[in-house]
């Protein structure tokens, strides 16, 4: 096991040792937890319509789905749908954390240090310090455990996109950028405020709005179902919300 792996480990176990405790003895927010069993629940037709759901559903059908597929976990394993509502909320502060890490590793580490001196095990104790600096952050695992709110989702497809953007030698790193940001727009519309940045890194108008589309296109085609179901107006009130 190198060192990498060794500290996305300790990251990976740091983040869950300061959440689990939390997960299990909080109750979470009232409100978002009644949100979320609310939603789950709810018809296709009636996400953006009913009563039910009204001033409780600012987002994307993509939470819907996530929701969803939750709600059958816990049909099948049991257990509080307010602990489950908030699994993802942890594992995306493990997914912050650990792309945090090897981003900074990446960053402060010259091409010399590649063979692993003395400047690569600094770029690594600067690594492991960010990812740490999440991983242990209050703030980060009270919003996402004791509340219940899964902004570190969101933010790790933000910061998934900057990774196979800046630094993946794929062939297609530009779709999988491009696929990872929309779906964070899909979860939460605002990473949308972050795609002129994204945008700023081409250097043709072409490439710029191949990448546009690949983002946009995702949660536009996974909302138009629910603009036929439900009208434009309901949407709207809800995500104005």
Known sequence: MNLRTRHLWLLGLAALAVRGPLLLLSPGAD???TSYAHVANALPSALYSSAETAGRYPYLPLWWLLLKVLKGLQSLFGGDFGLWSRLPGVLGDVAVSALAYLIVER???SAAALAAGPE???SSR???LAGLGFALNPLA???STAHGQFDSVALAL???AAWWLEYSSTARAELWAALSLAAAIALKTWPLAFLPLY???FASRREALRFAIWALLPPLLLLAPFVLLSGTDALWAHLAY
């Open 31 to 33: 409100f978002d937890l």
């Open 107 to 109: 960053r402060s580490r």
């Open 120 to 122: 690569a095990l600094l």
């Open 126 to 128: 600067a690594a492991l």
């Open 141 to 143: 695992f009270l919003v």
């Open 158 to 160: 933000l910061m998934a």
């Open 199 to 201: 945008l700023g890194v």
